[in-house]
Structures are given as structure tokens and as C-alpha cells.
């Protein structure tokens, strides 16, 4: 059973299309995150949402969009790609909102703009 | 402000051989600190934290970290390492001043070498 999962898995798209990427988690957590990792490995939060309700949104484009549907989903939409939003995107969960909580990642989607 | 800092982008060792991976952080509250190693194309795993009490702590896989408050440090430790070993390590921090937010560092590759 997977924890965290997400979808699509890779994503080759051309600049100034719209995409989503879903996530899903069943460990019954209440807080969920997406991340991004660069070309160097570098991981850095943009959103974070806890109870459905947005906690953290990092300085991030306008153009990237997270919906929540319910505590167990949360998406992340991205408008007007450009080729800098080339990365992979990882999705994670965590028991709650608490600092000190693990958070438990996704596989990540690899999103290639051209 | 938070940050965290891994001073070496790559460590070799011998398989057979203690290993040590190197953290170190700066917080304005308690730290609670977290490695996570990622494998190729995966997610990233959840290995060990410290959050209070006892400053070794032991983690999955034979991995432990001893947290330095004076030093304000947590390597990431193994005495016997393996070729499975290799990998990306990430240190995280994140404290008490309620940002509610992991800062990754920017990630050490081992490589155990048969």
C-alpha cells in the first residue's frame, strides 16, 4: 500500500501550458506539503496545508495554485509553465502541524517544460 | 531565522567503515532536527530525529546522530557502513518559534565504495 502517492510520475510538457499534479495520502494525517527539488538537489517548501486550510505559502509565482479537496488530497496547479518550473515536485504528509512531526514524501513527479 | 548547513556535498568511505555525514543548524527556538536519506528517483525516506532527551538517537537501518547543543550540531553516524548505503542525505530543522516548516539542507551524497 502506498503512503503518499502522486500522479503523474513524469510530465513533458511545452512552456505556457497548464498542468496539475495530484496527490493522495491514506495514513489518515492531517497536514500535507508539496516541495520542490531543482537540478541541484535543492528541496524547499511552497505550501502546506492542514486541515484543508493553507498554513505556509512560500514566496512562490502566482501561477502555482494547491487545492485541498479534503484532508487526504491535496494538488498543486500550475499556469503559464515556464522552463525554471522544471523540477521534481514531491508531495508529503505528516500526523499533524507540529514542528517537531515526520513527514512521510511521495515519489515525486519529475515535470520537464520545453 | 532558521537554517541548516551541510558542509560537504560528498563523502566516501570504504563499505566496512564508519561513516559520518555532517549537520549543523541554527534555530531561534528548541531545535527539532531530522535526517532523510533519498535514493535514486524515490522520495525522500525518514531516518531518525531528535526532538528532546537523550542526545544520541538511534534511527532505521543502524544509522543514529548525536545532537551538540554547544557545537549546534547532528551528524548523522554509522559504524559500518554498506554499498546500499549510498545515497543523497538530507538534515532538516525545524524549532518551537512556530513557522511550522522543515529548512532542508542542501543534501550530502555518500558513496560506500566495495
Known amino acids: 500500500d502506498t503512503a503518499v502517492s502522486q500522479t503523474p510520475k513524469y510530465l513533458v510538457t511545452q512552456m505556457g501550458n497548464d498542468k496539475s499534479i495530484k496527490c493522495e495520502q491514506n495514513?489518515?494525517?492531517?497536514?500535507m506539503y508539496w516541495y520542490k527539488q531543482d537540478s541541484k538537489k535543492f528541496l524547499k517548501i511552497m505550501f502546506s496545508?492542514?486541515?484543508?486550510?493553507?498554513?505556509i505559502n512560500e514566496t512562490v509565482p502566482n501561477r502555482f495554485s494547491p487545492k485541498s479537496p479534503d484532508k487526504a488530497h491535496l494538488n498543486l496547479h500550475i499556469n503559464s509553465l515556464e522552463l525554471g518550473d522544471s523540477a521534481v515536485y514531491f508531495c508529503?504528509?505528516?500526523?499533524?502541524?507540529?514542528?517537531?512531526?515526520?513527514?512521510?514524501f511521495g515519489p515525486g513527479t519529475r515535470l520537464l517544460v520545453l | 531565522a532558521q537554517s541548516v548547513a551541510q558542509p560537504e556535498d560528498q563523502v566516501n568511505v570504504a563499505e566496512g567503515n564508519p561513516l559520518t555525514v555532517k549537520c549543523t543548524y541554527s534555530?531561534?527556538?528548541?531545535?527539532?532536527l531530522f535526517w532523510y536519506v533519498q535514493y535514486p528517483n524515490r522520495g525522500l525516506q525518514f531516518l531518525l530525529k531528535?526532538?528532546?532527551?537523550?542526545?544520541l538517537v538511534k534511527g532505521s537501518y543502524g544509522f543514529e546522530a548525536e545532537f551538540n547543543k554547544s557545537q549546534t550540531s547532528f551528524h548523522l553516524k554509522k559504524p559500518s557502513a554498506l554499498v546500499s548505503d549510498s545515497a543523497l542525505y538530507f538534515c532538516?530543522?525545524?524549532?518551537?518559534?512556530?513557522?511550522?516548516?522543515?529548512?532542508f539542507g542542501t543534501g550530502t551524497r555518500l558513496k560506500v565504495l566495495a
Open positions: 508529503a504528509s505528516s500526523q499533524d502541524l507540529v514542528p517537531a512531526g515526520t513527514q512521510y
Open positions: 496545508y492542514n486541515n484543508k486550510e493553507l498554513i
Open positions: 534555530v531561534s527556538g528548541n531545535p527539532y
Open positions: 531528535y526532538i528532546t532527551g537523550d542526545n
Open positions: 532538516a530543522v525545524s524549532d518551537t518559534s512556530g513557522t511550522y516548516k522543515y529548512i
Open positions: 495514513l489518515g494525517h492531517d497536514t
